[in-house]
């Protein structure tokens, strides 16, 4: 991506990974980068798990991805994700002063005592910053270019789309990105390799991707084929593509 990071988002929960909630926060990541000209690279599912979790971010700290991290952060034992961030950080957890205040100021509009387990919500790994959270006031943190936000997702989005705007809006639209595919009918795959890799030849920074389908009741067997790029290049690509599966003597349509 050159001077433009990757993103990346962890989606943490035992619920998820046993399938007792559906993950939402993939797709409305993707939605939230597209509608900024950003797109993911990667996207990571883990349970509470610690020790997995110390390591997965060890790895994505040690990278120059912007990474998301969904769920996690709240005070209850199945709760690892502020913990293991501190641990592969290599730095302490430490009360936020800033995140204290919004949670004392949470409890007292709700005439709750204040409990260790509700501050410890406001432990972040030394250095972090605050999320703004603006459904109740507990906030998230960033550590880095790593934000973590709560997994619920009323809370998780708006989250989000603060962290970009304000750290991250000189990277939007800055590679402009373009696609383009037709269906191939009764089209194979592994026949049409020599032509993928032809067309990525001739158009350096180009991708080229194909979807294969067994098809159904109302749609025959095909080949979705296509290619992502500049839209300098797409369209010629797109016209080089075409004109080889015409003269192959496949049927196709433009998708």
Known sequence: MGDVKGFGALIIGDEIIRGKRQDKHFEKLREILAARGLHLAWVLYLGDDRPRLIEALKRSFASDDVVFSFGGIGATPDDHTRQAAAAAAGVPLELHPEAEARIRE????????????MLDMGRFPA???????????????????????????????????????????????????????????????????????????????????????????????????????TPEQVPLAMREIESEIARRGLDFDRK
């Not at 949470?106 to 387990?117: D, E, K, P, V, Y």
């Open 127 to 229: 250095g972090s910053r605050t999320i703004p959270n603006p459904v109740n006031g507990i906030a998230g943190f960033s550590h880095g270019d790593h934000h973590f936000v709560p997994g619920f997702p009323e809370m998780a989005w708006p989250m989000v789309e603060w962290v970009l705007d304000g750290n991250y809006a000189g990277l939007f639209h800055a590679h402009p990105e373009a696609e383009a595919a037709i269906l191939v009918w009764d089209g194979i795959e592994g026949l049409l390799v020599d032509l993928m890799e032809r067309v990525e030849w001739e158009f350096p920074g180009l991708t080229v991707f194909s979807l294969p389908s067994m098809g159904s009741a109302s749609r025959g067997r095909h080949v979705e084929l296509g290619v992502r790029g």
């Open 106 to 117: 949470r409890l007292a509009s709700l005439n709750r005592s204040i409990t260790q387990s």
